[in-house]
């Protein structure tokens, strides 16, 4: 029981962590789009969308199974007193992340000019930079993941802050310069500045680790136990990498056929490019914002549990516990945001249209439910993955994502249907994730929670948004002085209907420990 309070203590400080740091990078990120977008329009973001969906799916190729195996393969080898193991587990994760990030940018730079004309966009010239983007970002993954494996998020959670301030400050320099000699040159002008940042974020965690690892003993090893390293690794890093693919991979295809398949619509191709822009670029990084709310719990929860789980505790606390926490804060969030959107829009996208603001709303109405059933799916893979099941992750994610992108396919070609395509996929997909997962789960990890819990959170919400939606419609004040008052009016009524939920979930009294 001690050893339960413990681990659910740890987590809560590592979720707080990473918390405020995914607040911070996510204002940072936001605050990035939105003069990025005033600078090169709603097509540039969509064409700067477009390269970033391809960006994305590369990086999870080169790092995104192999940081995730190595954070749990360190919490693993700490709980069973093998630590003699990680500096290993690291230069192995190292040596694989980074030669695959070399190897796929040497494939952008070579045909980047003709995924370019696949998609129908003029930006070829970002692509070049993933020569330079991919192994950074493997790096920086690995780094981290190694971090994590410790349960020390803070160096995660820095590097992640310096990371966004340095794309701020560079990206939009860059983007401005170069947006004054054409479209394209503003679009690569943002990625240099993504470049940068990731250098500098490379550097701190390289000092930070050589700082915390000058005095340990270089290990001596046989070419026996390199084998067995490696087979191990391999063994943990395979599913992972290849479920970790699936996602970034359909938006990957999204990004190659979404502005063909609504030029077949009816749309022009700068039209639906900026239809993409809009849904990724502007209403899609708003709502990625409750989404560090997901990523805290799952991040930090994951070597904990694995930890309970290795020492033949299942983690029930923890899992109950993080489950509640996600949906006390995701709900009112990601609803609150869709209750103000019209006043954020018209205060801060100043060239933004009427009829686009109008587009942007319906997009974060049905957004807002692709974002809570996507939460909801990375937190049961979270727990899968914690349970070692690897291939049943893969399997659930493959079906998911087949799904995804059929409907992103077919229904993006309707004109009836056009963009909302996108958010269709997502929502089946996450839909089918859940059930799946959970059904696996009900047998692995004997975890619930209360309906009536539930029902509180949702009337709450519910009344949140219908209160703060009246007082923005209603209200005669400026758009600024709006935003402001209703999240302070919506955090009040949301606080005052669920407030038996917050004290049992955060002051709940400890239980005596049974005989």
């Known amino acids: 029981m001690k050893v339960g309070v413990f681990m659910v203590s740890k ?16 204002l940072l990120g936001a605050f990035f789009r939105l003069p990025l977008t005033n600078m090169i329009g709603i097509e540039g973001i ?80 970002s692509y070049s930079l993933f020569i330079l983007l991919l192994p950074l970002g493997a ?3 690995t780094l981290r993941g190694f971090f994590q494996g410790y349960e020390n998020m803070l160096p995660t959670a820095i590097s992640q802050v310096i990371e966004q301030v340095f794309k701020f400050a560079f990206g939009l320099l ?61 063994h943990a890093n ?71 789980i290795s020492k033949g505790n299942g983690g029930k606390l923890m899992i109950e516990k993080g489950l509640k926490i996600l949906l006390y804060f995701l709900l009112p969030t990601t609803f609150g945001i869709v209750a103000i959107i019209k006043p954020i829009l018209t205060v801060f996208y100043v060239n933004m249209t009427e009829a686009l603001i109008g587009i942007a709303f319906n997009l974060m109405f049905y957004g807002a439910f692709s974002t809570i059933f996507t939460a909801l799916m990375q937190y049961i893979i979270m727990l899968l993955q914690a349970n070692g099941q690897f291939n049943y992750i893969l399997v659930i994610t493959v079906i998911g994502g087949a799904v995804k992108a059929v409907l992103s396919f077919t229904l993006s070609a309707l004109s009836s249907i056009n963009i909302y395509a996108v958010l269709i996929g997502n929502i089946a997909m996450s839909t089918i994730v859940c059930l799946l997962g959970l059904i ?50 919506g955090m009040l009524i949301y606080f005052v209907i669920t407030i038996s939920f917050f004290l049992k979930l955060f002051y709940k009294k400890k239980v005596k420990k049974r005989v």
Do not use: W
């Open 238 to 308: 395979f599913p992972l990498l290849l479920s970790a693919s699936i996602l970034p991979l359909v938006n990957a295809f999204e990004g190659l056929i979404i502005v063909p398949r609504l030029i077949s619509a009816g749309f022009t191709s700068s039209v639906a490019t900026e239809l993409y822009g809009l849904q990724a670029g502007v209403v899609g990084a708003i709502l990625h914002f409750p989404l560090i709310i997901s990523f805290a719990v799952t991040t930090s929860l994951l070597p904990n549990l694995s930890y309970n």
């Open 11 to 26: 987590f809560s400080s590592g979720a707080i962590v990473l918390l405020i740091s995914g607040i911070i990078c996510k």
């Open 139 to 141: 790096l920086l993954a």
């Open 440 to 489: 696996k789960l009900k047998n692995l990890a004997q975890f619930s929670l209360n309906l009536g819990e539930v029902c509180l959170l949702l009337f709450g919400t519910l009344l949140m948004y219908l209160g703060v939606y009246t007082f923005v419609e209603s209200s005669y004040y400026s758009p600024l002085v709006n935003v402001t008052i209703a999240v302070f009016l």
């Open 46 to 125: 969509g064409i700067f969308q477009l390269v970033m969906s391809l960006y994305s799916f590369a990086l999870v190729l080169t790092s995104g199974g192999v940081a995730n195996s190595l954070s749990k393969l360190i919490s693993s080898a700490r709980a069973n007193g093998r630590v003699e193991k990680i500096s290993l587990y690291l230069k192995q994760a190292l040596l694989i992340s980074v030669g695959i990030g070399l190897g796929i940018g040497l494939i952008f730079l070579v045909f980047g000019r003709y995924i370019a004309l696949f998609q129908q966009i003029s930006s070829s010239l």
């Open 174 to 234: 860059f983007a401005y310069y170069f947006s004054k000699i054409g479209l394209a040159q503003g679009v690569f002008g943002a990625f240099l500045g993504v470049t940068i940042s990731e250098v500098v974020s490379v550097l701190y965690l390289l000092i930070y680790y050589v700082a915390k690892n000058k005095d340990r003993k270089k290990e001596i090893y046989s070419k026996d136990f390199k084998r067995l390293v490696r087979k191990e690794f391999n």
